[in-house]
């Protein structure tokens, strides 16, 4: 009698059995133990707060003003010393180069002229915004005489 039924249903309404047998397997497969979903659920909640990449010399000097060419920039790990970058010289990809400052110290120049940045490369750069470009920052000293020169001009 089985084997009449068997012949007697249509090819598609064996398909739809053998289907919903399928889903029905699979949806004991994939449902999870009690104690499984929990802990899943307990993961996401936590909400570790992820690192920042860091980010290089150059990637740090892209956003700023002319390759941030007169502007401080440090490692994450230096306390008050700075480079004062004066030069870059970028590769095709413009994340990878040599670059060259003036090192400073307390927001003062410890040498006299630049010299190549040594690790440029690692991942450990930040910009120093207090110390803001040397050619702005620097007032025009004028002396007295000349301020009262110009003033004897201008009255006469």
Excluded at 100 to 127: E, F, M, N, Q, T
Aim: proline share 6%; net charge positive.
């Amino acid at each position: 009698m089985a084997t009449s039924l068997a012949t007697r249903a249509s090819p598609n309404q064996s398909l739809s059995l053998l289907r919903l047998s399928f889903n029905f397997l699979h949806s004991f497969s994939t449902s999870a133990s009690p104690a499984s979903a929990s802990a899943s659920t307990s993961a996401p909640a936590s909400n570790k707060p992820k690192g920042r990449k860091k980010k290089n010399l150059f990637e740090v000097a892209q956003f700023l003003p002319n390759w941030g060419i007169g502007y401080h920039i440090a490692k994450t790990h230096w306390e008050n010393v700075s480079y004062e970058i004066t030069k870059i010289n970028l590769y095709k990809d413009g994340k990878h180069g040599k670059a060259w400052g003036i090192a400073h110290k307390d927001g003062l120049p410890i040498a006299d002229g630049p010299k190549k940045i040594s690790g440029v490369h690692k991942r450990c750069w930040r910009y120093i915004p207090s110390l803001i470009k040397s050619a702005e920052n620097t007032p025009k000293l004028t002396t007295p005489t000349e301020n009262a020169a110009t003033a004897e001009v201008q009255a006469a």
